[in-house]
């Protein structure tokens, strides 16, 4: 048995050498310099043909079996995709970067685009303010003595007023001899009190229209009446002025009197002078005799205020 044990080995070793030996074509080696096309393998081919056929068999038979396992389970199941051969990615040649050529290309055009309209509205035509008037209301407290050949007169003044109203008050007594010059020195004194109303009135000056009572007291009695005016005073260079007024008692005792002179203010003060004229008839006051008319220059003091 084992002699032909060994020459059977022996035989198969020579053999199987020489047969796969047989199975395989010479491949000729070509000369230096000679280019041969490799021989296809067909024996390669129909092997991996073969392993992909007992691959799609197994995959079937896999989802098979899933399938069944999952309709058991009460699922539904989507067929699968059918199977596809792997594509192994071939890389693709790069190509060469493209570089552009410049191409000149014109400039534009200027476009000259307008701006839009802007309406500007004109400034306000300018407000012509007036001017802010002077404050013309004041008070005056004034003295005043008057000298005349047969005696003096002896006065005071108050005068308040705004723009065009006002109240004048004065109050005088009037020394003098009698007209026959028997009686002596005879005194009177004369009271008056004014509404005045100035129809012209600035910071220079105003004019006046004075209208009243006027009274005349005696020895032992008086007489009152109506008394009626016109006065004023303008100021003409820097604080010197002119002032002048008249004023008419008709009844019951005849009395008029003017005057015109000059002022001078000094801060508050005011300082006048002038000539001033009084004719008074006093036949209706017991004990009096008529006096003629006193005539004689004036001097006097204002304060302003």
Not at 4 to 23: G, H, R, Y
Not at 127 to 152: C, F, I, K, Y
Not at 297 to 305: C, Q, S
């Amino acid at each position: 048995m084992q002699p032909k044990f060994f020459v059977a080995m022996l035989a198969v070793a020579i053999i199987t050498p020489a047969v796969a030996l047989a199975d395989h074509e010479a491949v000729p080696v070509a000369p230096p310099g000679v280019y041969v096309a490799p021989v296809p393998d067909h024996r390669a081919a129909a092997k991996a043909h073969r392993e992909m056929y007992r691959y799609h068999k197994r995959e079937h038979r896999r989802q098979r079996h899933v399938r069944r396992h999952l309709h058991a389970a009460g699922y539904s199941y989507l067929a699968p995709v059918p199977f596809a051969a792997p594509v192994v990615p071939v890389p693709l040649p790069v190509p060469a970067p493209i570089v552009p050529i410049p191409v000149p290309v014109p400039a534009p055009a200027p476009v000259y685009v307008a701006p839009p309209p802007v309406y500007v509205a004109p400034p306000p035509a300018p407000v012509a303010q007036a001017a802010a008037e002077p404050d013309l209301s004041r008070t005056m407290l004034g003295a005043n003595v008057q000298a005349h050949p047969d005696g003096a007169i002896v006065g005071v003044t108050v005068v308040t007023e705004g723009k065009r109203l006002g109240l004048h008050l004065g109050a005088s007594g009037v020394f003098a001899r009698a007209t026959d010059r028997s009686a002596g020195l005879e005194s009177l004194k004369l009271v008056e009190a004014h509404l005045t109303y100035a129809p012209l009135s600035g910071s220079r000056g105003r004019v006046r229209l004075e209208g009243g009572a006027s009274a005349a007291f005696g020895p032992t009695t008086a007489a009152i009446g109506p008394d009626v005016g016109l006065t004023g005073d303008l100021r003409l260079i820097g604080s010197l002025g002119v002032e002048g007024g008249a004023r008419y008692a008709p009844l019951p005792h005849k009395r008029i009197e003017t005057w015109a002179g000059l002022f001078l203010g000094l801060g508050a003060l005011r300082v006048e002078g002038g000539w001033r004229s009084l004719w008074l008839d006093a036949k209706v006051l017991e004990g009096m005799q008529t006096v003629d008319c006193l005539r004689g220059p004036y001097l006097g003091a204002t304060l302003v205020f």
